[in-house]
C-alpha cells in the first residue's frame, strides 16, 4: 500500500485526481470503478474541473459503480444511480448508458449482481477503483465477515452502516436494509485501486485497515494484499496511525525520485 497523507480534502481530491488519471492513461477503453458517498466528492470535482479544463477526457471511459440499495426506488434521489448520475456520470461528461450501477430493483437481484460481475470481466477489468471505507471498516457494502473471496451479490447491511447513511435519508427507518455490492474478491481483481479517507471519524477505520492485521472482522484490511493500493488521506484521517512519520518519509523520497519506483 502507497499512503500519502495531505493537509486537507481538497488535496485528497488533488491528489487522488492524479493516481486515477495516472491509472486510466494509455488505456483504450478505460474503465472506472466508482464509490458513492462523501468521501470521494472532492476527488470527483477535481475530475470534473480537469476534464472541463480539457486536460483529460472520459467520454470514452466505462464506469462501474460499487453498490447500490436493494429496494429503492431508483428514482429517489439518494438511488446510488442518481447519486453517481449527480456526482460522476453528468460531472464527467460520460454518457449516462455508459456508466452502469447494479440492479437493486431487478426481479432477480442475485442473478443481476451476477450478471454484473460478468460485465466487467467482459470489458478487461476494471483499471482503476475508487474506495472510500465505511466507519465499520466495509468497501462497497462489503461488512465485517464478508468472505474475501466473494463477488457481486445481495449482502444485509449493519445497523451501523444503515445509522451512518440516515443523514442521507428523512430517518433510518427509510434506510434499505439490504444492498447489491461488488464483492472484496470483484474489488480485488481491480488492476489499480485509490482510496480516499477524510475526516477523524474515520481515523480508528484508517489505522486499522493500514497498520492491523488482515481481518474478517475489517474487510478494508484485504487491500494490504492488493498490488497496487494507494490510501489518500487528510490529517485528520491519518491522525491515530502509529507510523505516520514513517509513511510521511517514503511519500516524500518517492516523490523526490519519482523515476526510481
Ligand atoms: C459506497 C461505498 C461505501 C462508502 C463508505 C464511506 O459506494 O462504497 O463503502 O465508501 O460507506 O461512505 P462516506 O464516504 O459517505 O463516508
Redesign the pocket.
Known amino acids: 500500500m502507497e499512503i500519502i497523507i495531505v493537509a486537507n480534502e481538497e488535496e485528497v481530491g488533488r491528489v487522488a485526481a492524479d493516481k486515477v488519471i495516472e491509472g486510466l492513461a494509455g488505456k483504450a477503453t478505460p474503465v472506472i470503478g466508482?464509490?458513492?458517498?462523501?468521501?470521494?466528492?472532492s476527488l470527483y470535482a477535481e475530475l470534473s474541473r480537469r476534464a472541463k479544463a480539457g486536460e483529460v477526457d472520459f467520454t470514452h471511459a466505462l464506469g462501474f459503480?460499487?453498490?447500490e440499495y436493494v429496494g429503492i426506488d431508483p428514482a429517489h434521489p439518494e438511488s446510488?444511480r442518481n447519486?453517481i448520475n449527480r456526482t460522476v456520470t453528468e460531472p464527467l461528461g460520460m454518457a449516462p448508458e455508459r456508466v452502469r450501477v447494479p440492479d437493486g430493483s431487478a426481479e432477480d437481484v442475485q442473478a443481476a449482481a451476477e450478471e454484473y460481475d460478468a460485465a466487467i470481466d467482459a470489458v478487461g477489468g476494471v483499471d482503476v477503483q475508487v474506495?472510500?471505507?465505511?466507519?465499520n471498516g466495509?468497501?462497497?457494502?462489503?461488512e465485517p465477515f464478508s468472505p474475501f473471496s466473494s463477488r457481486t451479490r445481495v449482502e444485509i447491511l449493519t445497523p451501523q452502516?444503515r445509522e451512518?447513511?440516515a443523514r442521507?435519508f428523512n430517518s433510518i427507518d427509510e434506510v434499505p436494509t439490504h444492498c447489491v455490492?461488488q464483492g472484496l474478491g470483484t474489488i480485488m481483481d481491480s488492476h489499480a485501486a485509490v482510496m480516499?479517507i477524510?475526516?477523524e471519524?474515520?481515523a480508528d477505520a484508517a489505522a486499522a485497515m493500514i497498520e492491523g492485521p488482515v481481518s474478517a472482522s475489517m474487510p478494508a484490511s484485504v487491500l494490504q494484499f492488493h498490488p497496487n493500493c494507494t490510501v489518500v488521506l487528510d490529517e485528520a484521517a491519518a491522525s491515530k496511525l502509529k507510523h505516520a512519520d514513517l509513511f510521511r518519509t517514503r511519500a516524500a523520497i518517492r516523490e523526490q525520485y519519482s523515476h526510481l519506483a
Open positions: 466508482l464509490a458513492t458517498g462523501s468521501s470521494p466528492l459503480a460499487l453498490d446510488y447519486v474506495l472510500g471505507i465505511g466507519s466495509h468497501i462497497g457494502f462489503n452502516t451512518d447513511n442521507f455490492t480516499v477524510i475526516g471519524g474515520k
